[in-house]
């Protein structure tokens, strides 16, 4: 079982920065792949970035790219989500997620989600 818990959204002006974190417990962190997911209201639900367990494989919406960087750290049992140049489009509720790759992302645990709100 993992439980995880994001922290560092918030209200932030377009072009701003945030940064998100999760921290997981458990002592079987470095084997999963790490997904961030987000959902705006009335929208589906986007898997918007992923790492390998060994931080060697990284996934990007192509929306995305160039503004988000997903890290990181087996140590310390927690990955994050560097959002640059934020757009009002990119309001939404994100989620941190574990679980595994084959062939595509399959997430089997998924915390209670960290709101992002961009204001233009």
């Known amino acids: 079982q993992v439980q995880l818990v994001e922290s560092g959204g918030g209200l932030v002006q377009a072009g701003g920065s945030l940064r998100l974190s999760c921290a997981a417990s458990?002592?079987?962190?470095?084997?999963?792949?790490m997904g961030w997911f987000r959902q705006a209201p009335g929208q589906l639900r986007e898997f918007v970035a992923g790492?390998?367990?060994?931080?060697?494989?990284?996934y990007y919406l192509d929306s995305v790219k160039g503004r988000f960087t997903i890290s990181r750290d087996n140590d310390k049992n927690t990955v994050h989500l560097q959002i640059n140049s934020l757009k009002p489009e990119d309001t939404a509720n994100y989620y941190c997620?574990?679980?595994?790759?084959?062939?595509?992302?399959?997430?089997?645990?998924w915390g209670q989600g960290t709101q992002v709100t961009v204001s233009s």
């Open positions: 997620t574990a679980g595994s790759w084959r062939g595509s992302y399959l997430p089997d645990y």
């Open positions: 458990g002592r079987t962190f470095s084997r999963h792949y």
């Open positions: 790492i390998s367990g060994r931080g060697d494989s990284t």
